[in-house]
């Protein structure tokens, strides 16, 4: 009986592969509460002035570990798009290019720029910008594109810089998914203009949240202290440009954190680097699953999130949903829709009277057809988070043991309708 249950998938009422927890995120431990205590008690906890002492010290880390000359602490990595981008001088009305295929805010950054986000489609076999789709569609008013290193690759930043120079394009590297990559040996963040990082709960450093560009132009630089510190010139600057600026300020309180945080960032990555190739290799023997291509430009790859290709044909015919459904219900967290195809999604809908640019542009012609990235978001990826790979090979074990699980069991899946799925779901948690 034991057994029978064991063998029957979670979801129908049978006992998850995985019950014990898994690692912790954020790590952390007697350092960082070391670092808060330590500001704290000192009372200097704000971002002003900018920069302030602890946000600089962490900056100038942070920067040096990316091969940059200069790093700006902001309050997140969407406003750190949005700054980095005006402080490029892409102008109001520009159209900048991003991938259909990251979170929104790589788009709507563009939007707060009062710049017009233009969609290109993904290589389908490493989620990363297609740079064909890119430079299909440079017109006379594009002045920028911002690659996303994804998940766990980087963008082909020497394609997208031949592009880029071919014609006067700036280059902003999304970089939010990608603390401590490198590409032929560089870190990401120093190959564009600017690299836009988050400290984001989920992202590999986190304060809570908080953001920072690199970048080694020191205009670059100067207008980006006047941007997120209410237009007040850096000092020792020579940018005297006039700007109107936010306050985007990171507190010292988080740099404190991030300081620690960044230290932990090599241990955690040979870690998660280890557990990833056991993944990488038990993923090829089992039919229907995809490994990504990882180009071997990318010397030191980050792993925000481990994703794979779920072809349903190998699983009985099930929807990518109902065996993420399945996957969770073993004991394995994971999602699915994990990012939508931009041009299709609910959070970037054009609102003509907040951004009349971009409604004009998209009232100018369709948008640009982006079928990887629509075969990706919904019937393909699989999103694996970072922390799954911070344990011991047993972790690796468990995920594997559950993904096959599902696909004995697929055919017993097959035909329900996702509602009726949820519903398992739901009667699975109330037990
Ligand atoms: C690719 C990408 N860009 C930008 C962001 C925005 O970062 P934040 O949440 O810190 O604003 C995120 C994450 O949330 C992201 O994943």
């Given at each position: ?62 920067a040096k570990r990316h091969d940059c000359e ?79 290193h994804?998940?766990?690759?980087v963008a082909d930043l020497d394609?997208i810089r ?9 280059v902003?590297e999304?970089c939010?998914?990608a603390?401590g990559a490198r590409w032929r040996g560089r870190g990401v963040g120093s190959w564009g203009?600017?690299g ?18 690199t970048t080694s ?78 180009d071997?430009r990318v010397t030191v790859q980050a ?129």
């Amino acid at each position: 009986m034991a057994n029978r249950s064991a063998a029957e998938l979670a979801l129908l009422g049978g006992t998850p592969v995985r019950t014990e927890p898994w690692a912790q995120w954020p790590a952390r431990g007697p350092e960082e509460e070391r670092a808060v205590i330590a500001a704290l008690r000192d009372g200097d906890w704000g971002g002003f002035p900018l920069p302030n002492e602890r946000s600089a010290a962490f900056a100038r880390a942070f920067a040096k570990r990316h091969d940059c000359e200069h790093a700006l602490c902001v309050a997140n990595g969407t406003v750190s798009l949005e700054v980095a981008l005006q402080a490029m001088g892409v102008e109001p009305g520009a159209e900048v290019i991003v991938p259909a295929y990251t979170f929104e805010a790589t788009a709507s950054a563009a939007l707060f720029a009062d710049c017009i986000p233009v969609f290109a489609d993904i290589d389908p076999g490493a989620w990363t910008i297609d740079v064909d789709s890119a430079a299909a569609l440079v017109t006379q008013r594009t002045q920028a594109i911002v690659p996303v290193h994804l998940a766990m690759t980087v963008a082909d930043l020497d394609a997208i810089r031949g592009l880029a120079s071919r014609h006067g394009l700036a280059v902003l590297e999304d970089c939010a998914h990608a603390h401590g990559a490198r590409w032929r040996g560089r870190g990401v963040g120093s190959w564009g203009d600017a690299g836009s990082f988050s400290f984001q709960t989920s992202k590999l450093m986190t304060a809570g949240e908080g953001g920072i560009v690199t970048t080694s132009d020191a205009a670059i630089l100067d207008r980006l202290h006047a941007l997120v510190n209410c237009g007040r010139q850096r000092p020792g600057g020579s940018s005297h440009t006039p700007v109107i600026g936010h306050n985007y300020r990171m507190t010292d309180l988080q740099a404190a954190i991030l300081k620690v945080q960044l230290g932990r960032l090599d241990e955690q990555h040979e870690l998660r680097q280890r557990n990833a190739s056991r993944l990488r290799a038990a993923i090829e023997d089992i039919g229907g699953l995809t490994n990504l291509r990882i180009d071997p430009r990318v010397t030191v790859q980050a792993i925000y999130q481990f994703v794979f290709r779920f072809e349903s044909g190998a699983f009985a015919g099930i929807d990518r949903d109902v065996f993420v459904a399945a996957l969770q219900a073993e004991g394995v967290p994971a999602d699915g829709r994990f990012y939508e195809s931009l041009p299709a999604s609910e959070l970037l809908r054009p609102d003509a009277d907040r951004y009349p640019a971009w409604s004009a542009a998209l009232a100018r012609g369709p948008a640009a057809d982006c079928p990887h990235a629509a075969r990706t978001a919904y019937r393909e990826s699989v999103w694996l988070p970072h922390q799954l790979l911070l344990g011991g090979a047993s972790d690796v074990e468990d995920i594997v043991a559950a993904v096959l699980k599902v696909q004995r069991g697929a055919a017993e899946l097959a035909g329900l309708e996702l509602e009726q799925v949820e519903r398992l779901r739901q009667a699975r948690s109330a037990r």
